[in-house]
């Protein structure tokens, strides 16, 4: 029996474990902060068999994905890259709008994200390039330019709808190319460019924007229906989420308000999201025990962290982000393990883009970074996300399984 399991679960054991605490803890949550799904659809168990599905689903993807040999991943690339492309400008035309945002695609009864395929086939192609152009002094200077050939294109049509997705994406890109030997001259350039343009992209968002409450946008949005429509021009489409933008920048520069001092209507989320934690305590109040998770609108993906917190407490908290720090850990181990560089940057590219997620998502919910939207990776609901995400640990395990070790002599068919 255990012969058997064994086969299945195959790759790093430590993965494996995390793998398994982060959907175990995204169940309980969910299903805890889902009392609002509940209430809307009038189905108590609904909402969490669903999601319970998903995961089962996503760890059936990791499983499939484990079995195959790393070195397939780089055939799947000049596809994955066509897919991106098209996907990523359908749904800037397409798409179905959430959040104020086109972000997803219906085919066939499904949704999903192509933003989510997008990331790890950028992280895909990076690692093919860094190691396709290694070199024993670093990479290739020509592999800079090759990356923001195609990593620019990619943050830029993400971007136009899911600014802190893009700019996520890029970080993981640059730290991919400073662990490839990228030459430093190149990265310093690259980060005083980024620099200038966040300035540049900022005084835009701030100038542009309009500063308007959560309850000033639902008017705007019921006054618009009740007008004649009128043509957006290039730049009003190009900027449209920029009242959000502006909002969340505003908000988040406020710093320290009085209690009675606060808007609890206009600053909801984060709101309830400080009261969930600073109740919390040290053990928590116990799973199912939340008061907020009725309050937060998010509580079951943006903010489920604030919700992790008020349920587990700070040692439960702890806990989960340092599951996240030793999938990072085992993902650089894995990667120094590797002879061939191809299965190094590919694993250290998607366990940084787990990690460096994570704990973006976590620093929004305790107030540290700004609102952005982004879900907490294998906990928080989601569709696309979940079993994306799911792919990309069964693509580190692939790794850790099939790829060639230093100083260990096995077969040739394999990386």
């Given at each position: 029996m255990n012969k058997k399991?064994?086969?299945?679960?195959?790759?790093?054991?430590?993965?494996?474990?995390?793998?398994?605490?982060?959907?175990?803890?995204?169940?309980?949550?969910?299903?805890?902060?889902?009392?609002?799904?509940?209430?809307?659809?009038?189905?108590?168990?609904?909402?969490?068999?669903?999601?319970?599905?998903t995961v089962a689903f996503g760890v059936l993807?990791?499983?499939?994905?484990?079995?195959?040999?790393?070195?397939?991943?780089?055939?799947?690339?000049?596809?994955?890259?066509?897919?991106?492309?098209?996907?990523?400008?359908?749904?800037?035309?397409?798409?179905?709008?959430?959040?104020?945002?086109?972000?997803?695609?219906?085919?066939?009864?499904?949704t999903f994200q192509p933003s989510e395929i997008a990331k790890g086939t950028l992280v895909l192609a990076v690692a093919q390039i860094l190691s396709a152009m290694q070199r024993e002094t670093g990479a290739d200077r020509q592999a800079f330019k090759w990356i923001l050939w195609l990593t620019v294109p990619t943050c830029f049509l993400i971007g136009i709808e899911n600014l802190s997705t893009a700019a996520l994406l890029f970080a993981v890109v640059f730290l991919m190319m400073f662990i490839g030997q990228v030459s430093l001259r190149q990265l310093g350039k690259l980060a005083a460019i980024i620099g200038a343009f966040a300035i540049l992209a900022i005084s835009m968002v701030m100038i542009v924007g309009n500063d308007t409450t959560q309850e000033d946008q639902q008017l705007t949005k019921i006054e618009?229906?009740?007008?004649?429509?009128?043509?957006?021009?290039?730049?009003?489409?190009?900027?449209?989420?920029?009242?959000?933008?502006?909002?969340?920048?505003l908000n988040f520069g406020k710093g320290d308000v009085a209690p009675e001092d606060y808007d609890l209507d206009k600053d909801a989320q984060v709101a309830h999201a400080n009261i969930a934690i600073v109740s919390s305590g040290v053990m928590g109040k116990g799973p199912g025990q939340?008061?907020?998770?009725?309050?937060?609108?998010?509580?079951?993906?943006?903010?489920?962290?604030?919700?992790?917190i008020e349920e587990l407490g700070l040692l439960g908290a702890a806990f989960v982000a340092f599951l996240y720090i030793v999938l990072l850990y085992r993902c650089a181990r894995i990667a120094s393990r590797c002879e061939n560089n191809f299965p190094a940057f590919l694993a250290m590219g998607l366990g940084l883009l787990l990690v460096i997620q994570a704990m973006f998502n976590m620093m929004v919910a305790v107030g540290?970074?700004?609102?952005?939207?982004?879900?907490?990776?294998?906990?928080?609901k989601g569709g696309t996300s979940t079993i994306i995400n799911c792919a990309y640990i069964g693509t580190i395990l692939s790794v850790s399984r099939s790829a060639?070790?230093?100083?260990?002599?096995?077969?040739d068919d394999k990386i």
């Open positions: 399991i064994g086969r299945i679960f195959k790759g790093d054991k430590v993965i494996w474990m995390v793998f398994f605490f982060l959907c175990m803890i995204s169940i309980v949550e969910v299903f805890s902060a889902s009392s609002g799904l509940t209430y809307k659809s009038h189905n108590y168990i609904g909402p969490i068999v669903y999601h319970a599905g993807v990791a499983v499939i994905t484990l079995n195959i040999p790393c070195r397939y991943f780089k055939l799947m690339t000049p596809f994955l890259i066509l897919v991106s492309a098209f996907t990523l400008l359908w749904v800037l035309v397409g798409g179905q709008t959430i959040n104020g945002a086109n972000r997803v695609i219906s085919l066939f009864g499904f618009q229906l009740n007008q004649p429509k009128k043509e957006k021009n290039k730049l009003e489409k190009l900027l449209h989420r920029a009242d959000t933008w502006k909002g969340r920048i939340s008061t907020e998770r009725d309050f937060l609108a998010q509580a079951f993906s943006d903010f489920i962290y604030a919700i992790v540290l970074a700004p609102v952005t939207g982004q879900p907490l990776p294998l906990i928080s060639k070790k230093k100083n260990e002599q096995i077969n």
